[in-house]
């Protein structure tokens, strides 16, 4: 059984940075992709990040538009791990964050493409 699992969330000032992880134990991470997303209140789960190791020490990676050039994400293959480090956080990036392992090795923005989620992590932008 697959279990993500995250942390890093937090409550933070506008312009201040969190980086997030994500260990996924049971999943080769050089075999599947990894996805972040978030989600508040109300409204659907949002794509936020993608990764996928292309090998050596390199990794494939999507963004959505609304955090392209401020979230990172990257990957530790060795552990299983992902992260995503975020930078200049805005109050709008507050959300719950989930790390997802993808069905498959291809770079995906569609939640229907993930089997296995995390509990989430809260993350709070105050302005």
């Known amino acids: 059984q697959v279990q993500p699992v995250e942390s890093g969330g937090g409550l933070v000032q506008a312009g201040s940075s969190l980086r997030l992880s994500c260990a996924a134990s049971?999943?080769?991470?050089?075999?599947?992709?990894m996805g972040w997303f978030r989600q508040v209140p109300e409204k659907e789960r949002e794509f936020v990040a993608a990764?996928?190791?292309?090998?050596?020490?390199?990794?494939?990676?999507d963004y959505a538009d609304s955090v392209k050039g401020r979230f990172t994400a990257s990957g530790d293959n060795a552990r299983n791990t992902m992260y995503l480090q975020m930078n200049s956080l805005k109050p709008e990036d507050t959300a719950v964050y989930y790390c997802?392992?993808?069905?498959?090795?291809?770079?995906?923005?569609?939640?229907?493409?993930?089997?296995?989620w995390g509990q989430g992590t809260q993350v709070t932008v105050s302005s």
């Open positions: 997802a392992v993808a069905k498959g090795p291809s770079l995906t923005r569609s939640v229907y493409d993930y089997n296995y």
């Open positions: 049971g999943r080769t991470f050089s075999s599947y992709a």
């Open positions: 990764i996928r190791w292309r090998g050596g020490s390199g990794y494939y990676t």
